[in-house]
């Protein structure tokens, strides 16, 4: 199964864009990547996932580089209720394995 | 928010005892799963399910047997608790994407302390 790397941990201004990187350079053709953050002590929640294409929805941006080896999840405008554990993914079909994570704190 | 209840929410028992915990869904998901997290380890997958009666081992599954009888329960026991069982422990449901998992949705978690 493909793994991920991510920095344990990153600070974010409030109002700034919060870039999140993830390597994943083992993943496979057909393999989506996904994001999830965790609120305190929440279960996690959905933020975005792809597969080559970058996307954006309401919440977030996902930039996948063309080789896929590795994506950067961005907030673009971080607020404190942004501070959470986030995860990158790569979809096993079936086998969500989540990492540590990235901690990140928004501070004012 | 997703329709899914975890029973109960919290659980002390003794080592050795049996422990069942209940995942309850009222979105008629096809997948489940249960997760345990423990600090330092993020969320580690312990069984899944994708339909009634069909069910498969995640990474940590020793310790643990799950049972799917119904679309909407997916039932976690641990026959013998012990130690190192203490944790938090997430279900989670999706209905899954095109050739992917699809977003899954968590319920609020069990914590289960084995003494």
């Known amino acids: 199964d493909a793994k991920t790397t991510q920095p344990p941990s990153m600070d974010c201004a409030e109002g700034r864009a919060a870039n999140l990187p993830c390597n994943h350079s083992?993943?496979?053709?057909?393999?989506?990547v996904y994001w999830y953050r965790q609120i305190h002590s929440q279960g996690p929640q959905y933020i975005i996932h792809?597969?080559?294409n970058n996307e954006t929805n309401e919440m977030a941006s996902l930039i996948i580089t063309e080789d896929r080896k590795s994506s950067t999840l961005i907030l673009p405008h971080a607020t404190l209720r942004d501070t959470a554990v986030y995860y990158c993914i790569v979809d096993s079909w079936g086998k969500l394995q989540f990492g540590a994570g990235t901690q990140v704190v928004v501070t004012p | 928010d997703a329709g899914i209840t975890q029973s109960p929410r919290h659980k002390v028992t003794e080592t050795g005892t049996p422990v069942t915990l209940r995942c309850h869904q009222t979105?008629?998901?096809?997948?489940m799963y249960w997760y345990r997290q423990d600090p330092g380890h993020g969320l580690r997958l312990i069984h899944y399910?994708?339909?009634?009666?069909?069910?498969d081992k995640g990474e940590v599954s020793d310790g643990y047997s799950v049972s799917r009888s119904k679309t909407e329960d997916f039932l976690l026991t641990l026959e013998s608790a012990t130690s190192s069982q203490t944790s938090v422990y997430f279900c989670a449901i999706s209905e899954s994407g095109q050739g992917n998992t699809g977003e899954l949705f968590f319920g609020e978690g069990s914590r289960l302390t084995v003494l």
């Open positions: 083992t993943i496979s053709g057909n393999e989506y």
């Open positions: 979105e008629n998901h096809r997948y």
């Open positions: 399910s994708y339909g009634v009666k069909d069910t």
């Open positions: 792809g597969l080559k």
